[in-house]
């Protein structure tokens, strides 16, 4: 389980985030939405223990972040930030084979070498495993970490699996690959936390949704409970319909705006 109690984050005189509470169970996909600026990602890095509360805790397995030592932690949850630049001459193995770091010492044993294989067949990029990192695309970059951070936490019991905006870059196919994936994850009981900006992916994979406004939980719930009209127009600014298509056991979110006419 992972929980957050009355938590604020502040830098100086500004409140990023302001009063959070919500239990992540093992097997759930809690999906985090909102506008830019929202603190999705500080959020995400309050969760991952790379940013400290200013007051409130933030609890992995009954134990406070700040009580397990960084080797520890990283043996419990993986994180996938927004970012990851890399410009040595890693191969894509080397770049997965980072996720087994905190599991070893002197050097990797097989079943190390095993899990990067299965991670790298996972994301379907195992005929990547002896290429060089920055000569692949942004979207296999993005596909190498995932592999990575999933690596990370392969064979670990109750892990957690966290990620921030983890379609970036990623082509249509490879989107829905991506979430396809983070609800496999959680059928095997890990815990998925991802900050998402497809609110249709959300609707449609999440199991739990954090809706944040300026910092604080807007709303929190179901899917349904959570992205309605009225929560969106309010949190992000733009007027949507809910759509059920009759060719799709899904309901579909889709701007209530009039297309702009362009005349000769």
Partial sequence: MMELRNVHFRVKSRELVSNINF???AGEFW???GANGA???TLLKLLSGEHTPTSGSVSLHGKDLKKYKQKELAQ?????????????????????LMGRYPFYDSGPAPRDLEIVDICLK????????????????????????????LAQVWDVQGG??????????LDLLHQYETFQLAKEMTVKGYGVIAVVHDLNFALQYADKISMLKEGAAFSTGTPEEVLTEENIKAAFG?????IQPD???LPVIIPDITPIQITA
């Fill in 23 to 25: 239990r992540v169970n």
């Fill in 31 to 33: 999906a985090i939405v």
């Fill in 39 to 41: 603190g999705k990602s």
């Fill in 76 to 96: 419990k949850r993986a994180v996938l930030a927004q970012k990851n630049s890399i410009t040595l001459s890693f191969t894509v193995q080397e770049i997965v």
């Fill in 122 to 149: 996972k994301l379907g990029i195992g005929d990547f495993k002896h290429r060089v990192f920055p000569t692949l695309s942004g979207g296999e970059q993005q596909r190498v970490q995932l592999a990575r951070t």
């Fill in 160 to 169: 957690y699996i966290l990620l921030d905006e983890p379609t970036t870059g």
């Fill in 238 to 242: 733009l007027a949507v319909k809910i």
């Fill in 247 to 249: 060719s799709s056991q």
